[in-house]
């Protein structure tokens, strides 16, 4: 099968996890890199391989065949690189959030559809082991009722890596929202309201690092809790049983007569991958990276719609935004 | 040290615990029975000794020496008899929830009061030993941001032995409401805002026994969970450490630098709790139904103030009032 060309936009932290994966994914082939500052694309160049780098994206649309690009540049970026693509009828995928603004969401998907080019969104939480094996689950339990979903972000160190994050006011609405609202989707469907409270726990941030919403999703009243001592864990009720995933990345299914163990931790530690960087995201958050890009790949191969197209990742910016307003107002927001 | 003389109102399934648990108190004595359907006072009196029953309960504060009146009736009937006991000057212990009513409540509250009566609330909750070595222990985690309070209510079958519980609309605002609101208040303070989502498990019953409120108690997010197929667990996160009382009953509290882990499950089977009861309800709910009275009788025997008066309590049951409130808005209540 052809090699797909790809060119990567941004070259940042986040491209030292999201270059490497494609390596690991195998079957495309990076023949370019965009960086605003020029000389951090030749150190990525010189790193991962790559004939030819620009500090102007157009110019490197303009010149490169390239069969998709991959954006992974900070958020502001995010809009204007998209359009860019659409203009140049190169399908795109863009890391989460997708923008920092509702009807910038609204314009780059349009812009793409109109244009007849295919948008990803790379939403990789739904893509880890242990939380797509709770999704294979979820029958053998009946209604779910209750559902508890808990995320760790990684604690004061993941400002360190991403000193971006630190400047955000609504920062976990804007990094760790994405993942978790759309876990609860991935559950459970779209939300009918939402209800936010936040707390800060790091001082040296510019917003608040504890965060918990209350989503209601049908029969299911949805907790989704982000913070910095927690561990990742989800609790979900129904009326014949309930599963747990546990810290431990163990998913216990009780279906109403009997509880099921199951082992969720199917990936190994890449040779690429330091051990910092694992130790930081863990194993099942990189394992996601790759099994996102493999997805999307095979999406870009076959046409077969992907699961988080920029259409469906719109709902989960949607609740993104409901929950910066459920913060500003202190009230539910109904969707 | 004298005895003190007391009679108990109300002889329905909640007396036979709550008058074994005085016997295992001691220092107390049973004088007199009231029921409204005297042929149950009379075998309640056979099987635990009482000299006297009465169907009138002002023929009892009448005729009766009492030192104090224990009201174990169903909900409506605790306003006539704590209003009662005030009238005869008589110190009263009232089951939770106080009444189905904010201004009843109120009342009760204020007619104590004004006539330098005590009125105590059996609210056993935060006696249980798990529950209560978590206070112990909350310290060491530095300020708490984050709290989840889950109670297991005991399922389809506890509204089989308290059938009032299955037509109630609000069932759990009402009856595990009190307990839980009561343990947030005992961990952090007054609240300043709740807001509630119910759902439905058990079809038989009038309410929805699925319940979780989210309340805001100055820094801490607080979640209470109150469900069917949740077991019992605290989970605390604060600024230093977290705390977790698992299902065992056995509490994990890091401080930041270490983790120690402590076994809270004190309580022995008293030889006369039945296995029913005592499975139904757990052994740490039974032994705070005997740690409660201990407290009251202490408070009665010392003047010294007890942790639940009536005064205390009415801020548990604003809570009840705001949790119904949100629950019909769909909206946060700010208290």
């Keep these: 099968m052809k090699r797909l060309r790809y060119a ?15 390596n690991e994914v195998g079957g495309v082939e990076l023949v370019a890199l965009y960086n605003r500052t020029v000389a951090k694309a030749e150190k990525i160049a010189e790193r991962y391989g790559s004939p030819k780098v620009y500090s102007d994206p157009e110019e490197l649309f303009k010149n490169e065949q390239i069969d998709f690009a991959d954006i992974i540049t900070e958020v502001p970026a995010h809009e204007s690189l998209v359009l860019l693509a659409a203009k140049y009828k190169v ?12 009807e910038s969401c609204k314009r ?4 793409c559809e109109d244009a007849g080019v295919p948008l990803f969104i790379h939403e990789n939480y739904r893509w880890q082991p242990p939380f797509r094996t709770v999704k294979k689950y ?3 339990i009946g209604i779910p009722y209750r559902a508890h979903i808990q995320l760790c972000y990684g604690g004061a160190e993941m400002f360190t890596v991403q000193p971006f994050l630190a400047t955000l ?39 608040e690092d504890m965060f918990t919403a209350m989503l209601k999703i049908g029969p299911t009243i949805c907790i989704c809790d982000i913070g910095n001592n927690l561990e990742n864990r989800v609790f979900i009720e129904g009326d014949k049983g309930w599963l747990l995933l546990d810290k431990e990345n163990v998913l216990h299914v009780n279906d109403g007569t009997q509880t099921t163990v199951i082992d969720t931790k199917t990936w190994h530690k890449y040779d690429w991958i330091s051990d910092y960087d694992y130790n930081l995201h863990g194993g099942d958050c990189i394992q996601s990276i790759v099994s996102c890009n493999n997805h999307m790949l095979e999406s870009l191969s076959t046409g077969k719609e992907a699961e988080t197209t920029s259409r469906d990742n719109l709902q989960t910016m949607k ?17």
Tied chains: 1, 2.
Excluded: N
């Design 319 to 335: 609740l993104v935004f409901a929950s910066i307003e459920s913060t500003k107002t202190g009230q539910v927001v109904v969707l």
């Design 8 to 22: 990567a936009f941004g070259t940042g932290y986040w491209s030292t996890l999201q270059i490497p994966a494609w």
């Design 108 to 111: 780059m998907t349009e812009t």
């Design 91 to 102: 399908p795109v995928i863009c890391q989460k959030p997708m923008s920092f603004d509702l």
């Design 169 to 207: 006011k609504y920062v976990h609405h804007m990094d760790m929202g994405p993942h978790i609202f759309d876990l609860a989707r991935f559950y459970f469907g779209e939300a009918q309201s939402i209800y936010v409270q936040t707390s800060k726990s790091v001082p040296f941030i510019e917003g």
């Design 138 to 140: 979820l029958g053998a």
